[in-house]
């Protein structure tokens, strides 16, 4: 499989041939194994930032912890992480689980983890998240890598407030193990032909009740474990963070792409052609900074972006990198439609020069229509269309919904809508990251589409989300 390890892609091949059907089951742990880092410090760290801990928990939180790590019971700290959350709302803390997901912890949600996870989805497998952590650190994962069923600890709740018990233990250790046994007698899960991924010492318990137990980039005592018992070990990528030598890189790259549009627009001056000049500077624009930066791209089927001109081209929005990426490779005649807010944004002014975007007030619906209607008439004209029809940057590879807005214009102006499949943009420039880090943009330009209608729209925009999922989930050689 393009873009993974020979460890992991082995592991999936082995996957792929093994049983199918979800009698086998596939059991995984999640910090330190489905996400780089541990969700509670996440959840602590916001309340600490929100001065939510007094004195006296952070004080007990920190004794606590120093006797865990001495050989005390590592699960004290949990707990009176729990009892310092009695009489808060359940809905609360759900909502800022929600929230903690979007903005740091889908970031470290492990590419090749997501991988074995849907090898494990398409062979059938019953999956689930088998943890000590709690549903509202555990849900949002979940249902990002589409997992429906969490094995965790619970804690009760009493007309919607936590009372700071648990119900039942806490799934750490043989808990856990006992946890997955009730799981699988449930659901009929066989688990002499079940899958389990673990990074913990505390794990060997858990990963001893499957037949196919593997250690996930597991820690010193787990591994030693493995290497005894005879368990294979992966040890898998981590999300790619900002270096100061990759800062220092992306600097030098704005500073590229400045002179790329400086460059360009001189150009055209001195031919005397202003239309030309902003082409100049849109391919020095995305190619001097990219490869300042360390970026490469592996295209399959660029000819299809020459094919059908003028276009509408969609591609899925994981990153600020994805407008650079989608520049270089229409490299002229096109433009953007963006919401007027952005206007003004330090980071799309220079663009601003060179694309003209079509600016929108989404807040004055008869200015956006008279918006789209000159957008109309430009792509007749000649200049085709950049847009996302996800609307706004997931924070995950996972797609949103597509709006209808990029379909109804390829209807208007009777042009095909050309598909371009993005991956890697969210792993190299993360969603709220100013910082880009090298490495290869992998890029799929799907088959183009034609005689866009309002009778069918709804059908064939589904059709062509579907068809950004199967490129994703299995990308082509």
Same mark, same amino acid.
């Given at each position: 499989?393009? #873009?993974?390890?020979?460890?992991?892609?082995?592991?999936?091949?082995?996957?792929?041939?093994?049983?199918?059907?979800? @009698?086998?089951?596939?059991?995984?742990?999640?910090?330190?194994?489905?996400?780089?880092?541990?969700?509670?410090?996440?959840?602590?760290?916001?309340?600490?930032?929100?001065?939510?801990? @007094?004195?006296?928990?952070?004080?007990?939180?920190?004794?606590?912890?120093?006797?865990?790590?001495? #050989?005390?019971?590592?699960? $004290?700290?949990?707990?009176?992480?729990?009892?310092?959350?009695?009489?808060?709302?359940?809905?609360?803390?759900?909502? &800022?689980?929600?929230? &903690?997901?979007?903005?740091?912890?889908?970031?470290?949600? $492990?590419?090749?983890?997501?991988? /074995?996870?849907?090898?494990?989805?398409?062979?059938? %497998?019953?999956? *689930?998240?088998?943890?000590?952590?709690?549903?509202?650190?555990?849900?949002?994962?979940?249902?990002?890598?589409?997992?429906?069923?969490?094995?965790?600890?619970?804690?009760?709740?009493?007309?919607?407030?936590?009372?700071?018990?648990?119900?039942?233990?806490?799934?750490?250790?043989?808990?856990?193990?006992?946890?997955?046994?009730?799981?699988?007698?449930?659901?009929?899960?066989?688990?002499?032909?079940?899958?389990?991924?673990?990074?913990?010492?505390?794990?060997?318990?858990?990963?001893?009740?499957?037949? %196919?137990?593997?250690?996930?980039?597991?820690?010193?005592? /787990?591994?030693?474990?493995?290497? $005894?018992?005879?368990?294979?070990?992966?040890?898998?990528?981590?999300?790619?963070?900002?270096?100061?030598?990759?800062?220092?890189?992306?600097?030098?790259?704005?500073?590229?792409?400045?002179?790329?549009? #400086?460059?360009?627009?001189?150009?055209?001056?001195?031919?005397?052609?202003?239309?030309?000049?902003?082409?100049?500077?849109?391919?020095?624009?995305? %190619? /001097?900074?990219?490869?300042?930066?360390?970026? @490469?791209?592996?295209?399959?089927?660029?000819?299809?972006?020459?094919?059908?001109?003028?276009?509408?081209?969609?591609?899925?929005?994981?990153?600020?990198?994805?407008?650079?990426?989608?520049? $270089?490779?229409?490299?002229?005649?096109?433009?953007?439609?963006?919401?007027?807010?952005?206007?003004?944004?330090?980071?799309?002014?220079? #663009?601003?020069?060179?694309?003209?975007?079509?600016?929108?007030?989404?807040?004055?619906?008869?200015?956006?229509?008279?918006?789209?209607?000159?957008?109309?008439?430009?792509?007749?004209?000649?200049?085709? &269309?950049?847009?996302?029809?996800?609307?706004?940057?997931?924070?995950?590879?996972?797609?949103?919904?597509?709006?209808?807005?990029?379909?109804?214009?390829?209807?208007?102006?009777?042009?095909?809508?050309?598909?371009?499949?993005?991956?890697?943009?969210?792993?190299?420039?993360?969603?709220?990251?100013?910082?880009?880090?090298?490495?290869?943009?992998?890029?799929?330009? &799907?088959?183009?589409?034609?005689?866009?209608?309002?009778?069918?729209? @709804?059908?064939?925009?589904?059709?062509?989300?579907?068809?950004?999922?199967?490129?994703? *989930?299995?990308?082509?050689?």
């Amino acid at each position: 499989m393009s #873009g993974l390890s020979t460890a992991v892609s082995d592991a999936i091949a082995a996957i792929e041939a093994g049983p199918q059907g979800p @009698s086998v089951g596939a059991f995984f742990d999640l910090d330190g194994t489905l996400v780089a880092g541990y969700t509670a410090a996440t959840f602590y760290g916001d309340r600490l930032k929100g001065r939510d801990v @007094s004195p006296a928990e952070f004080l007990r939180t920190v004794v606590t912890a120093v006797d865990g790590e001495l #050989g005390g019971d590592p699960t $004290r700290i949990a707990h009176v992480a729990f009892s310092a959350m009695r009489g808060e709302s359940e809905e609360a803390f759900a909502d &800022l689980g929600e929230r &903690l997901f979007r903005s740091k912890i889908a970031g470290t949600i $492990r590419r090749e983890s997501r991988a /074995l996870v849907l090898a494990h989805q398409r062979a059938g %497998h019953t999956v *689930a998240v088998a943890s000590a952590a709690t549903k509202y650190q555990i849900a949002p994962v979940a249902r990002d890598l589409g997992v429906e069923h969490l094995v965790c600890t619970r804690l009760v709740v009493e007309d919607g407030q936590f009372t700071g018990a648990t119900d039942g233990p806490m799934l750490w250790g043989r808990h856990k193990a006992s946890g997955v046994r009730a799981f699988a007698r449930e659901h009929a899960v066989d688990l002499a032909q079940s899958y389990g991924y673990g990074n913990g010492y505390e794990d060997v318990a858990f990963l001893s009740s499957v037949g %196919h137990p593997t250690a996930l980039n597991p820690h010193r005592d /787990l591994r030693a474990a493995a290497a $005894r018992l005879g368990w294979p070990a992966l040890d898998l990528s981590d999300p790619v963070g900002g270096s100061l030598l990759a800062a220092g890189r992306t600097a030098v790259a704005l500073a590229g792409m400045n002179a790329g549009v #400086g460059l360009g627009l001189a150009y055209g001056l001195a031919r005397g052609d202003l239309r030309e000049g902003r082409n100049a500077a849109i391919r020095l624009a995305t %190619h /001097l900074p990219m490869a300042l930066a360390g970026v @490469s791209m592996d295209v399959l089927h660029q000819e299809r972006l020459w094919t059908h001109r003028p276009a509408i081209f969609v591609a899925n929005h994981q990153s600020s990198l994805d407008i650079p990426v989608l520049g $270089r490779l229409l490299e002229r005649d096109f433009t953007i439609v963006a919401k007027k807010e952005a206007r003004w944004d330090p980071r799309a002014v220079v #663009g601003s020069v060179v694309i003209d975007p079509a600016w929108i007030d989404r807040s004055d619906s008869e200015s956006a229509r008279a918006t789209l209607d000159g957008v109309v008439d430009r792509i007749r004209s000649g200049t085709s &269309l950049m847009i996302f029809p996800e609307g706004t940057r997931s924070a995950t590879p996972v797609l949103g919904p597509f709006r209808k807005g990029a379909f109804h214009l390829a209807a208007q102006a009777g042009v095909p809508v050309v598909p371009v499949v993005l991956r890697n943009t969210g792993e190299l420039m993360r969603r709220s990251s100013l910082v880009l880090n090298p490495g290869v943009v992998d890029v799929c330009v &799907l088959e183009p589409e034609t005689d866009w209608s309002v009778d069918d729209m @709804s059908e064939r925009i589904a059709a062509l989300r579907t068809k950004f999922e199967q490129t994703l *989930a299995r990308w082509p050689s």
